[in-house]
């Protein structure tokens, strides 16, 4: 068990361009859960699935924004045609459903998202 | 709509001394609360998690508390050490609201040697 993971740590990218990030979750973690954070402020949710069904999306998440997990284990969140605004921290968390440590979320490292 | 709130927004200390960490919550009726530590340009580490029908969790030389119908939750450091410098951040989830994590904005804490 690796601990959740992230992938690219740091992405710089124009005004205007898409961009896609991957989350690796803790194996056999069955919840899996996006957080965007801004300089100063707490993360803020944005969606999150159980298994591959997304079951809650965040009003922050424009139809710029798409998510997607497809085998019930990795995930990405694309932002298309990307904005200044969207330069943040962008944190995925993974949790279980069951045993010991059911609801504790377990966050990766981040990607830091800088759009020029 | 829930709001947390976390006081102070940064804390120095001398190490060795004990401190305590406030956060509030406005709605009490939360599934449990969740403390985090983050250190500078990295991802969060959870710290304790206490459930709604807890009053207390320990780990080492940390203990949270949570009294629901104050809306308060205390995270209470014994002898501090520089190690322990970061910010930490307090997180509830809403009962029937899914399961995020709504955040307060964090105490910077820094600890000197």
């Known amino acids: 068990d690796t601990g959740v993971s992230q992938n690219p740590r740091h992405k710089i990218t124009k005004r205007g361009q898409n961009v896609t990030f991957r989350c690796d979750p803790i194996?056999?973690?069955?919840?899996l859960y996006w957080y965007r954070q801004t300089l100063g402020q707490g993360p803020e949710f944005l969606t999150y699935?159980?298994?591959?069904?997304?079951?809650?999306k965040s009003r922050l998440l424009s139809d710029r924004f798409s998510a997607e997990r497809p085998k019930g284990s990795f995930s990405t969140l694309e932002i298309q045609r990307t904005e200044q605004g969207d330069s943040a921290m962008y944190l995925c968390?993974?949790?279980?459903?069951?045993?010991?440590?059911?609801?504790?979320?377990?966050f990766g490292p981040g990607t830091r998202l800088t759009v020029l | 709509k829930q709001e947390v709130t976390q006081i102070p927004a940064a804390l120095s200390v001398p190490e060795g001394e004990n401190l305590v960490l406030n956060c509030s919550f406005t709605?009490?009726?939360?599934?449990?609360l969740q403390w985090f530590r983050q250190d500078p340009g990295k991802g969060l580490t959870s710290l304790l998690l206490?459930?709604?029908?807890?009053r207390e969790q320990t780990s080492g030389r940390l203990n949270a508390s949570l009294d629901k119908s104050s809306g308060r939750s205390t995270l209470y450091i014994a002898a501090s050490q520089p190690g322990d410098s970061a910010t930490y951040l307090c997180?509830?989830?809403?009962?029937?609201?899914?399961?995020?994590?709504?955040f307060g904005k964090g105490t910077t804490l820094s600890v000197s040697s």
């Open positions: 206490i459930q709604s029908s807890q």
């Open positions: 968390a993974s949790s279980l459903t069951s045993g010991p440590s059911t609801d504790t979320q377990y």
């Open positions: 997180a509830v989830r809403r009962i029937a609201a899914g399961t995020a994590l709504i």
């Open positions: 709605d009490s009726a939360i599934y449990n």
């Open positions: 194996s056999e973690h069955n919840r």
């Open positions: 699935f159980q298994n591959e069904a997304q079951l809650e």
